[in-house]
Each structure stands twice: as structure tokens, then as C-alpha cells.
């Protein structure tokens, strides 16, 4: 039994209607690199992650470069050493193979910028999945609408212009779903090939990319099930999807020996850890309680990765998803096509479900993807949802306009651009200018002391932009060698903030900053010039 689009001329017509359209969608690429460009340009300092995979893309230009002790150090020893996959790395690395002739500051700079032009570009070629995605499932406005406004949702533009894997993530996701929506339209096995192997490129992004694969599998067992497809159908369709997958994403596997090296998917942090630790999450992460267990922690769980979502699609898209979801039901239940970003959205919420529950953090941007299907949905659903609103007495007849839509629309648009105008991390601009100032500071210590030097920095800016940590962060001398230590810690009221995760480093810098026999020197604040009581950050030194 094979599968055949059914209503197929309604199915061709909103195909159809996508094509020739050339000026809009060159006009939403314009709106997406503009927005992007603009958040690159307001950017004080980049998120924790991306200097972390800055130095892995430069890792795999130079794997020996910062490693005097391994000189036999290959890329496929990068492969293995790094906790992340390779895709997004190796984007950067492309990328700052044309920022760095352009550009005249350190390499550390020049490496974040880098990554955000490569997240950036990613998310500027997202435009064109998002509008086959909508165009297939809702009709060629919806296409339209919802790639405008998933450019705009400040969680979004902002996530995918900070030097981190989301906007490549996001594309590949999407182009997954997009050739799996083509396959169960025509029914031809290469759209499944390339659903898999799109599929397997998120893999290469971020492990969770594996569901994109999955959930094409799934639509193809629920087809099954439904008496839409056949066995033999069936069973030629998943080899094609687990072909393209494992060409793509297998060999990664082989070099790493594993599904992945990343401890947050593979580690449980403090379930059964001790209820004295305190567990915060990564900055800019939501913590779940570690005290927590069982039911509770389960609830927990849940209601904050809903907290996180809401945030991520600016409150309003999210309300409109779940009308989308109900109001679009004819549109999309009927079609096997239109189950795949629903089904997928829900193996990325159980994802994140499973994140949250065992490393005991959760991010907004991890809701990224579902948040991109939940887009589709708010617009699609909106003309179902003002045809509700025609049949109300006396007022109806004003919802039968066609273009509530397209002002709805605006109007969650123009409630996104305030968040867009705030600099990016301005409140983490001291940490950028101490690792200017404790560049400044090594570059005055004599070679015996150099060997002597420990730099206390959890979350790791300040040494990555004095230029310490360019390769690799530095291993602490011997105790009976340390000459200087420096450290960079966050303060509010003249004491040490909490750290904002479990660090033993964090530790160690309030340590030295509460040592009464021998105090620290306060090197360089910020805000410069304020009292001690005022700064935000500040670098110590102390000698010894």
C-alpha cells in the first residue's frame, strides 16, 4: 500500500502558492540580517558557552597550538576530547577564515565575532525552511508570517546572534523536518534520504538532533497504524531516513565510540548528590531545586520547562500555538505531513524533560526548536481562530476581514522590538575589561613569576580576552610554585554574588577575596571609578 498526498490539489496549491514569491523572501532575509547585524553590533560579551567553542574551532585549526605536552595531538584527538560535536566549530572556524583579514582586534575578539556571523548566517537561511514549513502545512501566508515573526522573537534573534550552536541547530531541524514533510507529500524515498542526513547534521550540532530522525520514523509508524502506508512502504522510507543519518552523523559516532561525549546527557547531577551543595544551573538557566526527588522533582521539571517556554516565544506565541494547535486541527491532523513538527516538538519537550530532570538546569534556548514549530502553529491557526470570532452577535461581521491575521502578527512583531534595542549582556561588560586589564597585568610580571601565575576565573571571559586561554585553559602550577594568583568575581554591595553554577573555582575566588592574613589587591572595577560598595566586578591579585 503506498501513501498518495491526500487532497492533493489543496496540498499543490499551497505548494504553489510559495513559488515566485522571490521578493518576499528576499525581503525576510533582508529583515533577518538586519536584525542580526544589529544585535552583533550592540553585543557587549558573548554568552559563557561561546568562548568555550570558539577555542574548540581553533582547537581544530591547530590541534597542537596551547598543548606543549602533546605534540602528536590530531583533529580526531579533538574529536574525543571535546564534549560537544563538531558542526557548529567548524562553522566558526569557516566563518573566521573571513572575519580575521577584516578585522584588526586580538583573536580572541575576532573568534566570538566569528562564531556569531556563523550562528548568525545559519539563522538568516532559516527564513527558507520556515517558509516551506508554514507554505505546506497552513498556506502560503502562513509561510510567509511565521518565518517574520520567528525572526523577531528577541529569545530567537538574540540566541542565534550570541556566538552559540542554536541558529545552526535550528537550520539543520528544520531542513530535517521540511524534506520529511516533502517525503510524505510525494512519497519519494530521496526526500527521506535527505530528512535523515539534514537530520543527522543537527546530530552533529547537538546530540538531541537525533529526533528530528525519529520523529520522521514515528509519523511512519503512526502511518501504519492509521492504514495510510504499508509495511514494505514503510520499511523503505526508515532505511532511507537511518541511511542519511548514519552517513552524516556516523562517523562522528566512530571516532567518539559513543552516541556522545556530552556529560549533561549522560550524568545525573544532584538527585543523590549532597543536599548541602547548591546546584544553580549554567548562567542563564533555570535550576531545578537539588533537594527535590520523585514526584516533586518531576513537577518541577515540567513547570519550569514551561516557564522557560513561555519565555522563549515572548508569551504571546505561545498562547496563539495552543489556539493553532486546536483552531488548525483540520488543516494539519488530516495530513502526515502536518503530524511531523507536532510530533517532533514533543520529542524535543521530552528532551529538554530529561535534561532538566538529570543535570538539574534548564535554558530557554533549549526550547528553541519547539518554539519554531509552536511559531507555525500561532500563525497557521489565526484565520481558524478569527472565523470563531465572526459568529459572535452584533460584532462579528468585523472578524470576517482577512486581515486580522497580518495584524495580529504585527502586532506581536512590535511588541519584540524593545527587547531587541537592549545590548547584548551589558551587564557582563566588566569581565571583558578585566581580561583587558589582566592582560595588561601578565604582560608586567617577570618570566619566573609567568610560571607561577593562577587565574581564578569560573566563568572564564576575563582569561579568554587577556588571551590566556585562547587553546585551552591553563592547568594551575604546583601550590609550592604559585608566585600570583589573580581572580575575577561578580559583587553586589561590596561582597561576592553566588555563583551562577556549582564551581569549585567560584569557591576558590571568594576564598581569596575573605583572606584577612594576606588580602588581595584590587587591581580594576567595574564600573571604573566607583567605590567598592558600588562595583559590579572586580580583579584581584594577591602574591605570594
Known sequence: MSITPPNSREADGQSLACRGAWPVLLGLVVVSAGV??????????????????????????NPTAGYPDRPDRTRLDVLRDEKHPPAYPALVLLASWAVRPLTHTPLPEQMLLSAQVASSAAAVLLVFPTVFLGCALF???AGYLAAFLLQLLPVVARDTSDGLTDGLFLLAAALALAAGVWGFRSGRWTAYLWSGAFAGLAYLVRPEGVVAALAVLAVCGLCIVTKRLGWKATTGRAAAVATGFLAVGGPYMLVIRG???KPAMTQ????????????AGPPFAEAIPVHLAGKDRVGEVALTAGKEWLKATHYGVAIYAVIGLL??????????EGWLPAVFAAGQFGVVFILGYKAGYISERHLLPVVLVGTLFAVGGLPGWFRLWSYLPVVGWLFRHPVWPYLTVAALAATCLPPLARPLHDNRTGHKLAGQRLAVELGKLASYEQGGVVVIDHYEW?????????YRIPPDPPADRQTVIFAVLELKDGTPEEAGFDSERHKAAVNLFQDKLNPPEWVATWPPNVGRENARVVLLRQKR
Not at 544585535?39 to 577555542?55: C, E, F, M, P, Y
Not at 545525573?268 to 547548591?278: K, N, W
Open 36 to 61: 542580526h547585524a544589529w544585535v552583533i553590533g550592540n553585543t557587549a560579551v558573548t554568552a559563557r558557552d561561546s568562548v568555550g567553542l570558539a577555542r574548540y574551532a581553533l582547537n581544530l585549526e
Open 139 to 141: 498556506g502560503r501566508s
Open 259 to 261: 552516541f556522545t561525549n
Open 268 to 279: 545525573t547531577a544532584g538527585v543523590e548528590a549532597d543536599a548541602r551543595r547548591v546546584v
Open 327 to 336: 483552531t488548525a486541527w483540520p488543516l494539519w491532523a488530516r495530513r502526515p
Open 462 to 470: 576575563a582569561q579568554f580576552f587577556a588571551g590566556r586561554s585562547v
